[in-house]
């Protein structure tokens, strides 16, 4: 959700083997993927992305 807030994107890296065949973990990660989506979908695809990053002005102050 980082990534996406700040306007960035993630790479999903799926490689096959040599006839074309997707492995099996790889199906069962894009599944759950799938699952997760169904139920956080909105963080993804209903929200927009900040323009600015940050938290606003932030002031540091010294000592504790």
Do not use: C
């Not at 959700?1 to 306007?7: A, I, T, Y």
């Not at 993804?44 to 600015?52: A, H, K, L, N, Q």
């Amino acid at each position: 959700m980082d990534v996406v807030s700040k306007n960035g994107s993630v790479l999903l890296n799926i490689t096959p083997k040599a006839n074309g065949e997707i492995p099996e973990p790889v199906k069962e990660r894009l599944l759950e993927m799938g699952e997760w989506l169904k139920i956080n979908g909105e963080a993804i695809y209903g929200t927009r992305p900040f323009r600015i990053y940050g938290e606003g002005k932030a002031q540091i102050v010294e000592g504790h």
